[in-house]
C-alpha cells in the first residue's frame, strides 16, 4: 500500500511570515482582503456606503451607522 500525504500549498518560514504579518496594519489588510475581496460593505444592512475610522480599526455604515471592524464575528 502506497503512504500518500497531502501537499501543503504553501510553505511559509519565520522570515515570510514576519514580512507578510509583521505589523498589525498588515495583519488587518489581508483580513480585510480575506473577508471582503469584493470591497467593504456593511455586516448588518449590506450597503457598500461604508467609512473607516482609522483611530479605531472600524468601519461605519452611512446606512445605519453599525460600527464594526474587521475581526468581528471572528475568532479573533
Known amino acids: 500500500m502506497k503512504n500518500v500525504t497531502p501537499k501543503i500549498k504553501q510553505e511559509m518560514d519565520l522570515i515570510t ?3 507578510k504579518f509583521g505589523s498589525d496594519d498588515k495583519c488587518r489588510a489581508y483580513l480585510e ?3 471582503f475581496p469584493d470591497g467593504v460593505f456593511c455586516l448588518r ?3 457598500k456606503k461604508i467609512s473607516r475610522i ?3 480599526n472600524q468601519f461605519v455604515c452611512e446606512s445605519c451607522n453599525y460600527q464594526f471592524s474587521v475581526t468581528v464575528g471572528t475568532i479573533f
Do not use: I, N, V
Request: net charge positive; aromatic share 8%; with cysteine.
Open 45 to 47: 444592512c449590506e450597503s
Open 33 to 35: 482582503a480575506l473577508r
Open 17 to 19: 511570515s514576519m514580512d
Open 54 to 56: 482609522y483611530k479605531r
